[in-house]
């Protein structure tokens, strides 16, 4: 093949040839991998080469061992170790390592990639012992190009998210700090070394732990550090501040000499730089700061009376005077042109701000009442748009008791702030009300202040497309916070419920952007959600006007893109207060669901694939079948197959979750007449479970799923026994220890795939035993206690997994009640384990509940104490009905 020309067309902005030039890339490394990758090599080496074609040789290697999934990473990487003999593997890395010192510095870049991923193979496995010495060489003596090469590879080793290559690497800590603080000294003179030095030092210092003991070198480091924040090159500087942050957050206890002879001074100089990358990094050490000293609070509360309280140094209190007003200075420089999502130094202020007030407490207010009163009333809209936010950035931390006089002194001058003449100062004054409302609820006299703050936003909500997040923000969480206690006949929105409903409906329907209409519908929802029973009548008359509007969707237009991304954004929007007002009507919508089912299919019968709308329809169809329980069968036959054909769509993963969750949603609401539909659902949910398509995510849902079509079918789950019994066994098998385990991602899983075995255990035993077919589980038995040994022993587990088993533990004892399996109960872990979850003040009275009848249950099996046989049913059934409730969105 002509390497030099597939190279180049991977690189093409032309589709067809980029796709020509991969298609040709993949089919060589199929072919003859070893071949493939010497071939590759000697490319990215060779100096006569175009740059391109390097940096495409560099990528393609990098990328043959490189995945975002898992699996995957695992796959690409035992290629590496199984295919390859040991002298192409010393061919190929010594090509790498060659290139660092190219000239071509692009070419030098692609090496480092390529290092770091077969770093992140062999390292872990001590399988490449020269390669650290050879990059502190190369920073020691190397050319500058060889040097700074050298360093990016040190950095982007550190930076990889695989978790066996971070264990590895505190292995190699003096190699790593020889290499970056020699080459991050003010010493040297070449800034593109001293920038990738300080870039690689922030990355390595989650692994130099051991070192930064050492006072000594720790003090050799932050001096290093500190000098380069002081540097003429501003990527340096900015680097250094990073570092400074980094070490913030890993080395707080370390940290008090420091800040007082150093730290305290080079971070304010920093907020004031006129370079915005150095600014915000400079803030944002002292956002670390606050986070670090909020999260050793709150450790330190919990752990009072023990010996295990961290240190605590009071930066933040301590620096309160001199920090904060440069931190209200530089709110002021906004950037009237900045989009909504943008992070500038002016937002980087206000979240340390808020921070601050969380940190501090009732310390920040005088200092930000001082600077409010003083820049409130300012010609310039910057100073007025500055005081409102930090107003509202102070609404969570300082006591309420403080807070309350002067929210409601403030409150008419913000909302009277809803007219200012800069549309930047409106929607701030609009976030600020959101955080009253969200934060200060108490301070909102529904009497005085309700009707001028609801109509306030509202016209703020129709004005001008960039207050809309703000506005909609605000009156969602002023709905939460004045819904009243659930169920209750009234609360302080009824008597705005009608107009403001009316409003957000003509506004709806008038607007033409489709921001602000989608704003104004997730209000609707907020309102209808928090509606008082008597509002209810009102709600049932939106849903006439939501399914009318609705239903002429299906007529519109499409003759663009955009007019289908109109389309459906109208559709969804509709779908989700639909979705509202079924939920608060519940049974209440029985009149109109027939119009609305037919709707809802008409709708899904009409989309086109890819489109995003159907799971939202699901959502709604499965809040109909909550509602209606049992009377939802007459859907069935019409729904069904489009119900099958979502959940056979493992192309559309997103949709497949949706109709896993909406099946355990019908099994629910239908209970046994669920049954002539199971064979359907059973062999969609298990080729489910087989396919390499879907994640692993969906595995936990589906096991849920099997546990609901249990329950609701009883004895007749015994046709399905002994594979979804297989199944749930293998997965049991599935452990948090080993090579298998290399993420954080990956033991959450873990996590979540028992707690899914547990809750179809729990299932699968009550039905059984509902239909008298419990000898049926005898040989599973010994399977579930062993997995419930496996949780006990594993650290990793959650609340939930172990409410899930104690609820286990109770249904086996239920389900064999004369001692059949009773030597099972006897082993203590199975007791330490229910004393310990039942003992455990940080779990909720369910979990707490629930392992006291578990424990009970394994005193009656062992024989140690008796209870009444009347107890026992009821704390099966409170067990049941206090199982993890899976909803259409739980698969998601």
């Not at 080729?687 to 969906?698: E, I």
């Amino acid at each position: 093949m002509d390497v030099n020309q597939i190279l180049t067309g991977t690189l093409s902005p032309d589709t067809a040839i980029r796709t020509q030039a991969e298609a040709q890339l993949t089919q060589a490394a199929e072919g003859d991998f070893q071949g493939y990758l010497q071939t590759l090599s000697r490319e990215l080496a060779n100096e006569q080469a175009q740059s391109q074609v390097r940096m495409a040789a560099g990528l393609a290697l990098k990328n043959s061992f490189s995945a975002r999934d898992y699996v995957r990473l695992k796959e690409v990487q035992a290629r590496w170790l199984e295919q390859i003999d040991q002298a192409t593997k010393t061919q190929v890395k010594g090509l790498a390592l060659q290139t660092l010192g190219s000239t071509d510095s692009r070419a030098g870049q692609s090496a480092a990639q390529f290092i770091s991923s077969i770093a992140a193979i062999e390292l872990p496995r001590e399988q490449w012992p020269e390669l650290m010495p050879t990059l502190v060489e190369n920073v020691g003596s190397g050319s500058d190009q060889k040097k700074q090469a050298s360093l990016t590879t040190i950095g982007f080793i550190c930076e990889s998210d695989d978790q066996d290559l971070r264990d590895s690497l505190a292995q190699h800590s003096n190699a790593i700090l020889t290499a970056v603080v020699q080459g991050a000294r003010k010493e040297e003179p070449n800034n593109d070394i001293r920038n990738a030095a300080i870039t690689a030092l922030g990355d390595s210092l989650e692994f130099v732990r051991t070192n930064f003991e050492n006072e000594g070198e720790r003090n050799y480091i932050m001096q290093v550090i500190c000098e380069a924040t002081q540097a003429t090159d501003t990527r340096i500087q900015s680097g250094a501040y990073g570092c400074l942050n980094r070490i913030m957050g890993l080395y707080y206890e370390k940290m008090r000499f420091y800040m007082e002879k150093a730290l305290f001074g080079l971070t304010i100089q920093g907020m004031r730089s006129e370079e915005e990358d150095v600014a915000k990094l400079a803030v944002e050490f002292w956002s670390t700061v606050c986070e670090e000293e909020i999260s050793i609070e709150d450790d330190n509360a919990q752990a009072e009376g023990t010996d295990a309280l961290r240190p605590y140094y009071n930066f933040a209190r301590i620096a309160t005077q001199e920090v904060v007003p440069v931190l209200l200075d530089l709110l002021a420089r906004q950037d009237e042109d900045a989009a909504d999502d943008e992070y500038n130094i002016s937002r980087a202020a206000y979240q340390c701000v808020q921070l601050w007030a969380q940190a501090v407490g009732s310390q920040i207010v005088a200092q930000v009442l001082q600077f409010v009163e003083k820049n409130l009333r300012s010609e310039d809209w910057h100073q007025r748009d500055a005081a409102v936010s930090a107003f509202g950035a102070i609404m969570e931390g300082p006591d309420e008791k403080v807070l309350e006089p002067l929210v409601k002194q403030a409150l008419p001058v913000l909302i009277g702030m809803m007219n200012d003449s800069s549309i930047q100062v409106k929607d701030s004054a609009a976030y600020a009300l959101g955080r009253i409302c969200e934060a200060v609820p108490d301070a909102i006299d529904p009497n005085e202040h309700l009707q001028t703050l609801i109509s306030a936003l509202f016209q703020g909500l129709s004005s001008h497309p960039k207050m809309a997040a703000s506005c909609c923000w605000a009156l969602m969480n002023l709905a939460d916070r004045f819904a009243g206690e659930p169920g209750c006949q009234t609360n302080a929105l009824s008597p705005h419920f009608q107009a403001s409903v009316q409003s957000l409906l003509q506004l709806t329907e008038t607007t033409q952007d489709s921001q602000l209409r989608t704003a104004a519908y997730e209000v609707l929802n907020a309102f209808v959600t928090n509606a008082a029973h008597d509002a209810v009548q009102m709600v049932g008359s939106l849903s006439d006007v939501i399914v009318d509007r609705l239903e002429k969707t299906m007529s519109m237009q499409v003759v663009s893109v955009d007019d289908r991304l109109m389309l459906e954004e109208i559709q969804t929007s509709l779908t989700s207060v639909l979705i509202a007002i079924i939920q608060r009507l519940e049974k209440e919508i029985a009149p109109q669901a027939d119009r609305i089912m037919q709707l809802l299919l008409q709708l899904l019968q009409s989309l086109g694939p890819k489109s995003s709308v159907p799971d939202t329809v699901f959502a709604a169809i499965g809040a109909i079948a909550n509602a209606l329980e049992s009377d939802f069968e007459k859907y069935m036959p019409a729904f069904s197959p489009m119900l099958l054909g979502a959940l056979n769509n493992q192309e559309e993963p997103q949709l497949c979750a949706m109709a896993i969750g909406l099946v355990s949603d019908i099994t629910r609401a239908l209970e046994s007449k669920v049954q002539p539909f199971c064979d359907q659902f059973m062999n969609s949910l298990l080729s489910n479970l087989r396919s390499t398509t879907l994640g692993n995510q969906f595995k936990p849902a589906i096991l849920q799923c099997f546990g609901d079509i249990a329950q609701a079918i009883g004895g007749q789950f015994e046709a399905y026994l002994s594979v979804v019994a297989q199944v749930l066994q293998q997965a049991a098998g599935i452990s948090t220890q080993g090579e298998n385990v290399g993420t954080f991602e990956m033991l959450d899983y873990i996590v979540s795939l028992r707690e899914g075995i547990m809750d179809a255990w729990s299932g699968i035993i009550n039905a059984l035993r509902a239909g008298g077919k419990t000898n049926l589980l005898q040989p599973y038995v010994e399977s579930i206690f062993q997995l419930l040994q496996t949780v006990y022993q594993d650290p990793n587990r959650t609340e939930a997994l172990l409410r899930s088993s104690m609820g286990v533990i109770g249904d086996v004892s239920e389900a064999f009640p004369n001692g059949e399996v009773s030597h099972y109960f006897r082993a203590d872990w199975l007791t330490n384990m229910a004393r310990d979850t039942r003992a455990n003040k940080d779990f909720s009275p369910r979990t707490q509940d629930t392992a006291r009848w578990a424990r009970e249950q394994i005193k009656r099996q062992a024989g140690k104490s008796m209870i009444h046989s009347s107890f026992a049913p009821s704390m099966a059934v409170f067990a049941l009905r206090n199982r993890k409730c899976g909803n259409a969105l739980r698969a998601a």
